[in-house]
C-alpha cells in the first residue's frame, strides 16, 4: 500500500477545480495507453463539488465519455431517483450533461429496484456486477480502478464505511450492505477496504471545518476500524486532497512543503 500523500488548497471552490482538472487528465493518460478509464465516484459534498467543477471545466471534451466506466464507492439505499441517492446527485451535477455510454454506468442497486428492500442481496448483486468485469489479473474479484475517490466524512468515515460497525471490519467481500449507519439514511451499500485498496490510486477529498479533526485523526495513525478513512489507500498512490479549513488540524509534520 502507498503512504499518503498531502495537497492543500486555499478553500473548496480551487480544491474542487484543482481536483477535476487533475481527474481529467488521469482519465484522457487511461484512455490514451489502454483504451478505456475505469473510475469509482464518491456521493457528498466534495465529491458532487469535484463532478460540478469537471461539468464547467473546457477540457472536459478531452474525455472520450463513451469509453469510461464508472462505479460508485457507495450508495445511500433508497428508491431510484431519490434526490438523497449519490447516483441521483452525481447525475445532476454532471453525468446528465455528457454522453456516457449507459451500460458503463454502474449505479448500484436501489430499494425499490431488482433486489427490493433486501440491501444484503443488492450489496451482493453490484458484487457479481464488479466481478463480471474483472479481468484475470484482478484474481476475479473487481476490476481494475485508475482512481478511486472518497469524501471524508467528520466521522471519519468514506465509503458508507463508519467506525466499528460491521462493514469496516469485513476483509472477504467486496461489497456488503450497511445497516444502522449514524449518518442517514441507515441503510446504504458499500464497497468494503480490500476492494478499496485494490485501485491504483485513491483520493480522499475533504473540504471544510468540519473535516478537520477527522483528517488530522485518519493521518496520525489511528486504525482504521476506529478511523476507515485511515484504511483507505491505493496500490500506487493514496492522495489526500484538502482545503486550507480541513487541513488546520494536521500536525505540522505532515503539513506538504508546496501548498496551492
Ligand atoms: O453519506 C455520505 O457521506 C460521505 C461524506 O459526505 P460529505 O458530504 O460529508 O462530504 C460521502 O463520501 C458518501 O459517499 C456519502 O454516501
Avoid: C
Avoid at 77 to 93: C, I, K, S
Avoid at 130 to 144: F, M
Amino acid at each position: 500500500m502507498s503512504t499518503p500523500q498531502l495537497v492543500v488548497h486555499r478553500d473548496k471552490e480551487l480544491m474542487a477545480q484543482a481536483a477535476a482538472a487533475r481527474l481529467i487528465t488521469k482519465i484522457v493518460d487511461a484512455q490514451a495507453s489502454r483504451g478505456y478509464a475505469s473510475i469509482v465516484l464518491t456521493g457528498g459534498r466534495n465529491g458532487n463539488g469535484l463532478l460540478a467543477a469537471l461539468a464547467g471545466q473546457p477540457a472536459r471534451d478531452a474525455i472520450d465519455w463513451g469509453r469510461l466506466d464508472l462505479w460508485w464507492g457507495d450508495e445511500r439505499f433508497l428508491p431510484e431517483g431519490d434526490p438523497e441517492r449519490n447516483v441521483t446527485q452525481a447525475r445532476e451535477a454532471l453525468l446528465d450533461a455528457v454522453p456516457l455510454d449507459p451500460k458503463r454506468v454502474h449505479a448500484m442497486p436501489a430499494s425499490d429496484g431488482l433486489y427490493g428492500a433486501d440491501v444484503d442481496a443488492a450489496a451482493a448483486g453490484y458484487a457479481e456486477e464488479l466481478a463480471r468485469s474483472a479481468g484475470p489479473e484482478n484474481h476475479g474479484s473487481v476490476p481494475t480502478f485508475d482512481v478511486l475517490m472518497l469524501g471524508v466524512g467528520p466521522d471519519t468515515h468514506v465509503a458508507s464505511l463508519f467506525p466499528e460497525l460491521p462493514a469496516v471490519r469485513e476483509t472477504e467481500r467486496t461489497v456488503v450492505g450497511v445497516h444502522g449507519a449514524p449518518k442517514p439514511p441507515p441503510t446504504r451499500v458499500t464497497l468494503t477496504l480490500p476492494a478499496i485498496r485494490s485501485a491504483r490510486e485513491v483520493w480522499l477529498l475533504a473540504a471544510g471545518a468540519d473535516k478537520a479533526e477527522a483528517a488530522a485523526i485518519a493521518l496520525s495513525g489511528a486504525g482504521e476500524i476506529q478511523a476507515p478513512a485511515a484504511g483507505a489507500q491505493g496500490r500506487s498512490r493514496t492522495l489526500w486532497l484538502l482545503d486550507a479549513a480541513a487541513a488546520s488540524q494536521l500536525p505540522r509534520a505532515l503539513y506538504p512543503p508546496a501548498s496551492a
